[in-house]
């Protein structure tokens, strides 16, 4: 299947410091892309939804100025985590799919600590 | 927000036996997927059936849709110590939701 690459795997990040986390589509144009948040033993939570070129569309409860999503070209989307606090400690993961295509692509989820 | 939700919760079996996963949902879908998660890791899209479909296989997974009821249920027959995973029913409209979730574990 299709290969996202999700990096960085793991980041740990002091209080009230951004981070970045960045999600590239490595071999299809990625025309949409959408960001999940897991905690531990939980299901995955769609964050907000991207479309290359467009402002990215936010899930009911989640903060577009916390969470900033850029989906500038077709392969590369980013997640910033601004003022980051400990209970934004979390495992995201990223997914895209191209055109109307129904089947989404993972990418390997980062795992962020913020202490 | 939640769009399905899976049950079990946790499933625990032996090797060699069948485990069966259900999955109800709540508005009206284009097709419904199934993924597999390993712990800590990404998801791996298993198979999709359509809303016009009543059933599917793949290898040694089977997949039922009941679109009256608003339900649907992954088999995986003569289950290894490799299926154990978390899998996940997606429902797909506009954007994708995922279930609760189905923790597996196959004991070798």
């Known amino acids: 299947g299709a290969v996202v690459s999700q990096h960085p795997s793991w980041v740990i990040c002091k209080s009230g410091t951004s981070v970045k986390i960045e999600c590239r589509s490595l071999d299809f144009q990625a025309t949409t892309m959408f960001w999940y948040r897991q905690f531990p033993k939980q299901s995955l939570m769609l964050m907000a939804t991207?479309?290359?070129?467009?402002?990215?569309?936010?899930e009911q409860g989640v903060e577009k100025d916390k969470f900033l999503i850029n989906h500038a070209s077709l392969t590369l989307s980013t997640l910033t985590v601004t003022s980051a606090h400990p209970e934004d400690s979390s495992f995201y993961i990223c997914s895209g799919k191209q055109g109307k295509s129904n089947t989404i692509y993972f990418g390997e989820g980062s795992w962020l600590t913020v202490v | 927000s939640q769009q399905g939700e899976e049950d079990p919760q946790a499933l625990s079996i032996q090797e060699g036996e069948n485990a069966t996963m259900n999955c109800s949902y709540k508005t009206s879908i284009n097709n419904l997927q199934w993924y597999r998660q390993n712990s800590g890791r990404g998801l791996v899209h298993l198979i999709l059936?359509?809303?016009?479909?009543r059933e599917k296989h793949s290898g040694r997974l089977r997949v039922t849709l009941d679109t009256s009821k608003k339900s649907s249920s992954l088999l995986i027959t003569a289950s290894r110590a490799a299926d154990t995973a978390s899998y996940f029913c997606a429902t797909t409209g506009n954007q994708f939701y995922f279930g609760t979730g189905t923790s597996l574990t196959v004991i070798p």
């Open positions: 059936i359509r809303s016009n479909e």
């Open positions: 991207s479309n290359e070129g467009s402002k990215a569309t936010y």
